[in-house]
């Protein structure tokens, strides 16, 4: 790699500034709307089956070909992010899923939904890749968890939003003004976000060093505000990698890592929370009641969130993975023990620690963890490997999830998540390398 420009260490010791909170706000609005439009489903769902629009063997569909969706839109948007570039991927994908959006409002019946929602989906798996590794590529080292996690917070937060909106519109008028809100709130950003700049790591990885100049300069004049920067530390150099080496040590342990903890969140969120309206009506809960239910758990992802970003930075990524992990299967043992879901109180204290503990994971893994482990040059396709087989595990689960429940009820599918859980715990203690404090450029090198 050419360290003409040296644009990561020039990243790295900026000043938090203007252009930060600019890049995190611009890279987060689009992710608040990924987050919705993911989390969209269960109310949607939960609505359809009840008015009869669709059957239960359907909303499986349409949650499988969802999944089915995001796992091409990861694959193939790695490739894209990293030949075309970050900027380019993330205005792409932020276009599909919002026209996608708008279309499935105005579904005639449940099998046009479910084709809107597979297009919805390849937008959100690229969305998903892109976001968080653009901003890791901007944001400083010793503050980077941080940045990450709330961009992870950002995202969840279109859980508890869902949630509200669903308990507020969904009873009166209906799913249909769920989906037309999440259009056209994701073609405004679109336009927004035209405003994004190219990533110098990725321009200077690819040899394009004028342009990442140009860019770098104007980041640096921006940062500066008028006053002094700080000196430039140029690292020591690194060899350039190419996509054959994440088949070899000690990037293939990096990529094992990085699929099995994102298939083991995914399979957690997409397996158990999006479930939750739908585990109620189960229960005998009016509609009303279960997004009622789902609000109130919904507020534990954004403490799960909030404590994430402090603790990525506070002890570092690992631990704060395997403690997580650990109050996971704690918890869920005894949300699976007592039956939760017939006791209110259980849902609600019991339940909100589980739920806490399964959103500091989705803040460091989605949004800290996985994209650190990988160097610059194949960042996305590395990214987007972990994603598609993260994702590539839903396709499957909510037919799992819908055969544990049949013959085991809700303990079934808590039991399958905490033996996801125990592995995670194995494969970051083993092989997991701790990115906290250290520059991109440093983690690429680092031993496990």
């Known amino acids: 790699m050419s360290h003409a420009v040296n644009a990561g ?3 790295d010791r900026l000043p938090i500034s203007s252009f930060h909170y600019r890049i995190f706000w611009l890279v987060g609005a689009g992710m608040f709307f990924d987050g919705y439009d993911l989390y969209i489903a269960g109310g949607v769902l939960a609505s359809a089956v009840q008015s009869k629009f669709s059957t239960v063997p359907q909303n499986l569909q349409f949650i499988s070909l969802t999944f089915v969706g995001m796992t091409l839109g990861a694959l193939i948007t790695g490739f894209v992010g990293d030949k075309m570039g970050r900027r380019f991927t993330y205005q792409i994908n932020l276009l599909i899923f919002g026209l996608a959006s708008l279309a499935a409002a105005f579904s005639q ?10 297009v919805q989906g390849l937008g959100l798996g690229a ?3 892109v976001g968080y590794s653009t901003l890791t590529e901007f944001v400083p080292p010793k503050s980077r968890g941080r940045w990450l996690s709330m961009l992870a917070f950002l995202t969840v937060c279109g859980f508890p939003v869902t ?3 669903g308990y507020l519109i969904i009873p009166a008028w209906g799913w249909r003004p769920m989906f037309v809100i999440a259009g056209v709130g994701s073609l405004i950003i679109w336009y927004l976000r035209k405003n994004l700049p190219e990533s110098p790591r990725w321009l200077e990885s690819q040899g394009r060093t004028a342009e990442a100049e140009s860019v770098m300069q104007a980041i640096e004049k921006e940062s500066a505000a008028g006053g002094t920067l700080p000196p430039v530390v140029v690292p020591a150099p690194v060899a350039q990698v190419t996509a054959a080496d994440m ?3 000690p990037l293939l342990q990096r990529l094992i890592v990085g699929c099995w903890v994102l298939i083991t969140i995914n399979t957690l969120i997409f397996g158990f929370v999006i479930f939750l309206p739908q585990f109620f009506l189960r229960q005998g809960l009016t509609i009303a009641n279960s997004l009622a239910y789902t609000l109130v758990l919904s507020a534990a992802s954004l403490v799960g969130c909030a404590l994430g970003a ?10 704060s993975i395997i403690g997580a992990s650990v109050v996971t299967i704690a918890s869920g043992y005894i949300y699976a023990r007592f039956n939760a879901a017939s006791d209110p109180a259980i849902v609600l204290s019991i339940g909100f620690v589980l739920i806490l503990a399964i959103y500091v994971q989705t803040a460091i893994l989605f949004g800290v963890y996985t994209p650190e482990l990988f160097p610059t040059e194949i960042r996305l396709r590395a990214n987007g490997i972990c994603n598609t087989l993260g994702r590539g595990a839903t396709v499957v689960s909510p037919f799992i999830v819908g055969a544990l429940m049949a013959s085991y009820q809700l303990p079934g599918v808590v039991w399958l998540m905490i033996g996801l859980v ?3 715990i194995v494969v970051v203690w083993a092989w997991g390398v701790e990115p906290r404090n250290r520059g991109l450029e440093e983690v690429a090198t680092a031993q496990a």
């Open 310 to 319: 402090y603790l990525s930075d506070a002890i570092g990524r690992r631990w």
């Open 9 to 11: 260490a020039r990243l």
């Open 163 to 165: 949630a509200l909106l």
């Open 422 to 424: 125990v592995v995670q």
């Open 247 to 249: 088949l070899k040590p």
């Open 109 to 118: 019946d449940m099998n046009q939904l479910i084709v809107c929602r597979f």
């Open 127 to 129: 969305e998903i890749v």
